[in-house]
């Protein structure tokens, strides 16, 4: 019931991940508007069921204080039915703070964890890089870097088959003197780890060339702006594209030859190709999903959380930082 394009488009998506992966889903919201929704998108209904909630918490709610008194709402409904084993995992494009502490409130943290990170998947040159923590925790303590990096290379060897990643800490030069007192501190510790750590990882290096890296470490606050910077070079340089081709003739042409190539990078920058972010370190599999998550992205999210439950992710997670930290 939250995100920006409406229950419609939440529904359109899970319908599509019904009839291309055979995926079973959970609606969570209004019964009537869902219902109504459903008749759209004619499907098995074994496949499908819908959990009652009649409260959502708002994009500019403050998410602990929503949660609290919201304990009903939609999102706190969804991460309840993972916790009571009801489903293995949600999906919220809503509030981001608010999905976060609906996971924490009713699912719990990994043992061991201090404190779960947004782990998002950054195109580069061959692959992707898992940059960890894209928002959830803007101050960080050096320990809590260090389990951000054992989780990253959990989901990246577990996940996208990486049988031992590479993992960089994002810090203003190679040097491992480099950096402010939490990434000197957290640079220590990360050396101590069995992890296949390669040291500090310039901004120039995220998307590729020889010290690019599979799994890339920061707190939240830097891997935020890391983030939405890339979002927006990457649309600036698609526009400028646009523009420039569209002056002339020959570059019409060209662009009509390269239309393929075109749509093959336009959808490996597209997040609704990966769903959403997962939540790493709390007790089952939760993603959250950007604002403006399209069917497209709802899909995907879908066959994301299945995969994350067929692996066994949060296992994995949970033996890695017992064995790491």
Not at 46 to 64: K, L, Q, R, T, Y
Not at 170 to 186: I, M, P, Q, R, W
Request: aromatic residues 6%.
């Amino acid at each position: 019931m939250s995100g920006e394009l409406g229950p419609e488009t939440a529904v359109h998506g899970c319908m599509q991940a019904v009839r291309e992966f055979g995926s079973k889903v959970i609606l969570v919201g209004d019964p009537e508007v869902i219902h109504d929704l459903l008749y759209r998108f004619p499907i098995d209904s074994d496949h499908c069921d819908v959990a009652e909630s009649f409260e959502v918490i708002g994009m500019n709610e403050m998410p602990a204080r929503a949660v609290r008194s919201k304990k009903n709402a939609s999102v706190m409904v969804a991460a309840r039915m993972v916790k009571e084993g009801r489903a293995v995992g949600f999906f919220s494009p809503g509030n981001t703070g608010a999905t976060m502490a609906a996971a924490l409130w009713e699912m719990g943290r990994i043992k061991g964890v201090e404190r779960p990170a947004i782990a998002t998947q950054i195109p580069r040159e061959e692959g992707v890089t898992v940059l960890m923590d894209s928002g959830a925790n803007v101050d960080c303590k050096a320990e809590w870097l260090v389990q951000f990096g054992i989780m990253g290379a959990t989901f990246s060897r577990e996940i996208l088959g990486i049988t031992k990643p590479r993992v960089g800490l994002l810090s203003n030069g190679e040097e491992s003197k480099k950096g402010d007192f939490v990434t000197l501190a957290a640079h220590r510790e990360l050396l101590r780890t069995s992890l296949n750590f390669v040291g500090n990882i310039e901004g120039r290096d995220i998307y590729g060339g020889e010290r690019s890296v599979d799994v890339l470490v920061c707190d939240g606050f830097i891997g935020n702006i890391v983030l939405k910077a890339t979002e927006g070079l990457a649309r600036t340089i698609f526009e400028l594209m646009k523009k420039e081709i569209h002056k002339t003739a020959l570059g019409r042409t060209g662009a009509m030859m390269l239309r393929p190539t075109f749509q093959m990078i336009k959808d490996r920058m597209d997040y609704a190709e990966y769903g959403g972010a997962p939540l790493l370190g709390v007790q089952g599999n939760c993603i959250i999903g950007h604002g403006s998550s399209n069917a497209k992205a709802f899909k995907n999210a879908v066959r994301a959380v299945e995969e994350f439950g067929r692996r066994k992710l949060d296992t994995h997670l949970t033996n890695d930082i017992r064995d790491m930290s």
